[in-house]
């Protein structure tokens, strides 16, 4: 699907290109040595052959050393922009639903996790369309977790060139390790209003398949977000693949808003002269579209009910464990009035 038709995407999708031509000197200036392109180049190459044919395997061998400027530099040329467009457009398409810009225009503070969130691409696409919705937050605060917190240095390059300036902070965090958050993540995490997984999980997948006991931190997460929270994953469209839902959101308590599969591509524009001179350079191109599967969740809130005492809440835990002691209340007064009926009995014999 394209959305050359629409005035407000393909303003956004020039903004991205803006962005691109901006950062990328920044992001070569910290390639180390002379041949800085040309590292760039070789990094290019590895970079998209672990993506295309790499994902599929639980091997360190076929994931990206993201420490390195080199890779980091070839990662934010060819996916910045159809990332930032991707979490734009599926905030537009939830909005249009009314599922985010409502629950979201009364927050005087919007907290954001990103997980997996690399250079900051899901806080560009979303800060884009909280400008054009005119939902923005008198405070936007984001945490990054993210197994290379060395990310951080692309951000503080992209954040420099936005309109607004927001509270960004990186922790470290592995998706297929075993180690738990933090206290401050975790307090941070049941703040949050909206999580974002966008192309992160497919480069956990493949581990967390292999060891179905793997995925604490994820599950922490899931489980820790509020009522009420959104969660936004996109991710690389594969036929069947419901790993994420089956195994993640649904145990979590997360409804599906809505889901779209379709290949997306990124409105049409022209490149600046910088970036047209860096595709001639390394002999590669942005990212124009692909293949995705975009699903919006919420966290269920508890089920309402009414008691004597007045209302109170219950999660399915608690309805199981309130049907399990309705059960043995009804058996323990059977028991008792039994009793009762036959010490009486006995009484009365006994007189007469």
């Not at 959305?3 to 910290?30: C, H, M, Y």
């Not at 076929?62 to 530099?73: I, Q, S």
């Not at 009910?305 to 009804?330: D, L, M, R, W």
Request: proline content about 3%; some cysteine.
């Amino acid at each position: 699907m394209s959305f050359t038709g629409s005035k407000s995407q393909a303003e956004a999708a020039n903004s991205f290109r803006s962005l691109l031509s901006n950062i990328l000197p920044d992001l070569l200036r910290e390639v180390d040595g002379s041949s800085k392109v040309e590292k760039v180049k070789a990094a290019l190459r590895d970079v998209s052959q672990n993506y295309r044919t790499g994902l599929s395997t639980a091997s360190l061998r076929y994931r990206t050393d993201w420490k390195e400027a080199a890779n980091r530099c070839a990662y934010v040329f060819v996916y910045l922009i159809q990332h930032c467009n991707l979490v734009f457009y599926s905030l537009m398409q939830a909005s249009e639903r009314g599922t985010v810009s409502d629950y979201w225009s009364d927050l005087s503070t919007l907290n954001v996790c990103s997980v997996g969130g690399g250079p900051g691409s899901d806080l560009v696409g979303l800060t884009t369309f909280l400008e054009q919705s005119h939902v923005y937050p008198r405070m936007l605060n984001c945490l990054v977790l993210d197994l290379y917190p060395t990310w951080k240095r692309a951000w503080d390059a992209i954040a420099y060139y936005l309109p607004r300036q927001h509270w960004v902070s990186y922790k470290r965090c592995d998706l297929v390790g075993d180690a738990g958050l933090s206290a401050d993540v975790l307090q941070f995490v049941r703040d949050a209003d909206l999580v974002t997984l966008v192309k992160s999980f497919s480069a956990a997948a493949a581990f967390l398949r292999a060891d179905r006991s793997r995925g604490s931190a994820l599950r922490a997460i899931l489980r820790e977000i509020k009522p009420g929270c959104h969660v936004l994953y996109i991710d690389n469209d594969h036929d069947g693949d419901s790993q994420f839902r089956n195994d993640f959101a649904d145990p979590a308590g997360l409804d599906l808003m809505f889901e779209e599969r379709d290949f997306q591509s990124v409105p049409s524009g022209s490149y600046s002269e910088i970036v047209n001179k860096y595709c001639s350079a390394l002999d590669f191109n942005p990212m124009k579209g692909c293949d995705v599967n975009i699903q919006l969740y919420r966290k269920k809130f508890p089920v309402k009910k009414y008691v004597s005492s007045g209302y109170t809440y219950h999660t399915p835990q608690n309805e199981i464990e309130a049907c399990c002691c309705g059960i043995f209340g009804g058996l323990l007064c059977i028991a008792v009035c039994g009793l009762i009926g036959y010490g009486v009995y006995r009484l009365i014999r006994y007189i007469f």
